[in-house]
């Protein structure tokens, strides 16, 4: 029996995974922060409450899933938050970095181990590869000069691309990595945004948005028969160069030497 973790496994994209591989017979481990959304999964889903916004949070359930499942088949990456305003965490971090990059990153080495005695493992990040908008704001990672809600979600969609480049060339693991952009889905939870912003998106949904369903079908697939090579980048169903200027592989060192950096400075790696 495979065994998938899912973060963001209680909303949208991660829960129509959820219910796709539990139906598939695996065992899935699902994370989300609200207890009663976590209830409501069906029945056989093994759900863990947590902010993974939180480097602690994060360290917490990585050990728990280490202890539990000792080995992990695949590992889905979901977990985000629209920030109208710059929220700062209890550990100094920009909201959005810290849950949409770092955790992924937290996540993606801290269970190498468990992956890594799977027989085929494979990572989904999911986010948005091969688009090139958005930049990493070296000199101002978390966004304190100036805050605005698409430049904090382009930064961190194209610090994940940055992972699965780095993961990818230097972690040793045996997973296979996938960079994951399913386009414009009816997924995740609006209700951080004024309600006139919430109003516009479901009217934009309505008319061009993807069904969950079939945004996830590709994941649902992969994790039976991972791609071959070690880093995938799939943008709807169309392979990315991987030679693209957002998968610098100069960038992705420099980013994981900055995360490794600011992971140190709070007693955490």
């Known amino acids: 029996m495979r065994v998938t973790v899912v973060t963001g496994g209680t909303d949208g994209m991660g829960r129509a995974l ?41 360290r917490r359930v990585v050990a728990t899933i ?7 088949d695949a590992l889905a990456l979901f977990a985000n938050r629209l920030a109208p305003r710059r929220t700062v965490t209890a550990e100094g ?3 959005t970095f810290a849950l949409y990059y770092l955790s992924r990153y ?5 269970l190498r181990e468990a992956l890594d005695r799977a027989a085929t493992p494979v990572i989904f990040n999911v986010a948005g590869v091969g688009v090139t908008k ?43 990595y996938v960079l994951y952009h399913p386009g414009f889905t009816r997924s995740g939870d609006a209700t951080p945004l004024p309600a006139p912003l919430r109003a516009a ?3 934009a949904a309505r008319v061009a948005a993807r069904p969950v369903e079939e945004s996830v079908r590709p994941i649902v697939e992969w994790i039976e028969s991972p791609p071959q090579a070690p880093l995938t980048a799939d943008d709807r169903g ?32």
């Not at 999964?41 to 902010?51: C, E, I, M, N």
């Not at 280490?66 to 992990?72: A, F, G, I, K």
């Open 134 to 176: 958005g930049a990493i704001r070296w000199s101002d990672l978390q966004l304190a000069g100036r805050y605005r809600m698409i430049d904090a979600q382009l930064q961190a969609g194209r610090a994940n691309d940055l992972l699965g480049v780095d993961f990818a060339a230097s972690a040793g693991s045996r997973a296979r």
């Open 201 to 203: 998106m479901r009217v």
């Open 238 to 269: 169309k392979p990315v160069p991987l030679d693209l200027a957002s998968l610098d592989p100069d960038d992705a060192r420099r980013l994981a030497a900055a995360t490794a950096d600011l992971l140190a400075a709070r007693g955490a790696r």
């Open 18 to 58: 959820v219910r796709a591989r539990l139906e598939r017979g695996d065992e899935v481990v699902a994370l989300g922060s609200n207890a009663a959304k976590g209830r409501a999964l069906p029945a056989g889903v093994h759900f863990l409450r947590a902010d993974l916004s939180s480097i602690a949070e994060n």
């Open 93 to 95: 971090l920009e909201q």
């Open 66 to 72: 280490r202890e539990r499942w000792p080995v992990v």
């Open 106 to 110: 937290l996540f993606s080495h801290g």
